[in-house]
T-cell receptor, first 117, second 113 residues
Framework: GAVVSQHPSRVICKSGTSVKIECRSL??????MFWYRQFPKQSLMLMAT?????????EQGVEKDKFLINHASLTLSTLTVTSAHPEDSSFYIC?????????????FGNGTRLTVT | AQSVTQLGSHVSVSEGALVLLRCNYS??????LFWYVQYPNQGLQLLLK??????LVKGINGFEAEFKKSETSFHLTKPSAHMSDAAEYFC???????????FGQGTELSVKP
């Protein structure tokens, strides 16, 4: 149980275009989803926390107008990288929290490798 | 503030040898601690979690970790390494505000034949 599906797994786009990444909880309802960014050989950096039906909470230094997050339902959150530039190339990973206390683990998608040319 | 520190960004062991990956945490409240494994170009897979029920926690793939409050540690061990264990390992703490995971820097485990 507790499967998180992330799509696409890999995307290449031209500079200036926008890219949407989807994160779905397949067998549970996720009231909260988290978006992370990971640079090569580094740890995961939390970008934002998204709660169903409300605005996302962005971490300090993350541009909310550039990284648009929508959590329209209990099973779907999307991250849109707007006007992408080569420096946005990275590995993006979403995770979802199963309902319950903070002792519950987060479940992760398989990540999206974004390359901006 | 809560934080996680993993000692050693890279650990190399021989196949069949003991694996020990170190993790120390800082938290003003009882922590919820997790170990995750990441294979190249993939997401994170939960290995095990500590939620105060027992200090010695057994996980998948033969891994276990022991919570030591006096040492603020949660080291990950496996008695005998397999080639398939080569991956990146992350220790994480679930915060008491907003439920986000706070990650350590990660430790890359290499297994030599």
């Amino acid at each position: 149980g507790a499967v998180v599906s992330q799509h696409p797994s890999r995307v290449i786009c031209k500079s200036g275009t926008s890219v949407k990444i989807e994160c779905r909880s397949l067998d549970f309802q996720a009231t909260t989803m988290f978006w992370y960014r990971q640079f090569p050989k580094q740890s995961l950096m939390l970008m934002a926390t998204s709660n169903e039906g409300s605005k996302a909470t962005y971490e300090q230094g993350v541009e909310k107008d550039k990284f648009l997050i929508n959590h329209a339902s209990l099973t779907l959150s999307t991250l849109t990288v707007t006007s992408a530039h080569p420096e946005d190339s990275s590995f993006y990973i979403c995770s979802a929290a199963t309902p319950g206390p903070s002792s519950s683990p987060l479940h992760f998608g398989n990540g999206t490798r974004l390359t901006v040319t | 503030a809560q934080s996680v520190t993993q000692l050693g960004s890279h650990v190399s062991v021989s196949e069949g040898a003991l694996v020990l990956l170190r993790c120390n945490y800082s938290s003003s409240v009882p922590p919820y601690l997790f170990w995750y494994v990441q294979y190249p170009n993939q997401g994170l897979q939960l290995l095990l979690k500590y939620t105060s029920a027992a200090t010695l926690v057994k996980g998948i793939n033969g891994f276990e970790a022991e919570f030591k409050k006096s040492e603020t540690s949660f080291h990950l061990t496996k008695p005998s390494a397999h080639m398939s264990d080569a991956a990146e390992y992350f220790c994480a703490l679930r915060g008491n505000q907003g439920g986000k995971l706070i990650f350590g820097q990660g430790t890359e485990l290499s297994v030599k034949p």
